[in-house]
Structure formats: C-alpha cells, structure tokens
C-alpha cells in the first residue's frame, strides 16, 4: 500500500505564501502523476495542480501564475508553492499519486492514493 502525509497548511492573510509538501510511502513500485487536489465546504473536490514523473504539469485556471507544483521523485514528495493567496483558496488540499505498488509474489498493481488532507485558511 501507499501512504501520503501531507504537511505545510495552515493560517495565512490574503497575499501571503504557504509551501505544502506531500511525502509518499510504502510499497511503492512507480509513481507517474502526483498533484493537489482543495475541497471547500459545499463543493466538490477539484484539481489544483498536477505533475508526471517526467515534470509536466497542469494547473487549474483560478491557480495559473500563482502556484507552483514540483516534485522531487528521489524523495517520492511533491510540493505547491501558493503564492499571492486569496480568501476563495480556503479549502482542504489533498495529495494524490498515481502510483504501482508491489505485491506478495512479486506482481504489482495500480493504485491512487490519497493522502488525509491538510486545510489552507486564507483570511481576508
């Protein structure tokens, strides 16, 4: 299995910075995709940002210019720098990876892992 603890929320006013970072691990195989996902109160989760193993990336609209998702694929952790944060950034952010972990008899598997989620409070 694959366990994903994320660090980094918190706390901040409008205009300020947070850095989360999201540690994988376990039986870990490969990852390809790692990214962030926020769920605000009453709406569904949505996609943030997301990198592949190979660094491209993808970003939603309301983050372009303001976030940066990186990865470092040594340490299996993927980072998002949110800079230039608004009150509509308030939210759980989640981590996912795609990965493929091993299994007993040497066979291995997908599987999309999701960390607890770490909650983002932007202040206006």
């Known amino acids: 299995q694959v366990q994903l603890v994320e660090s980094g929320g918190g706390l901040v006013q409008a205009g300020g910075s947070l850095r989360l970072s999201c540690a994988a691990s376990?039986?870990?195989?490969?990852?390809?995709?790692m990214g962030w996902y926020r769920q605000a109160p009453g709406t569904q989760r949505e996609l943030v940002a997301t990198?592949?193993?190979?660094?491209?990336?993808n970003y939603a609209d309301s983050v372009k210019g303001r976030f940066t998702v990186s990865r470092d694929n040594a340490k299996n952790t993927v980072y998002l720098q949110m800079n230039s944060l608004k009150p509509e950034d308030t939210a759980v952010y989640y981590c996912?990876?795609?990965?493929?972990?091993?299994?007993?008899?040497?066979?291995?598997?997908?599987?999309?892992?999701w960390g607890q989620g770490t909650l983002v409070t932007v202040s206006s």
């Open positions: 376990g039986s870990i195989f490969s990852i390809n995709a």
């Open positions: 990198i592949t193993s190979g660094g491209s990336t």
């Open positions: 996912n990876a795609e990965a493929v972990v091993y299994l007993p008899g040497g066979t291995n598997r997908p599987l999309d892992a």
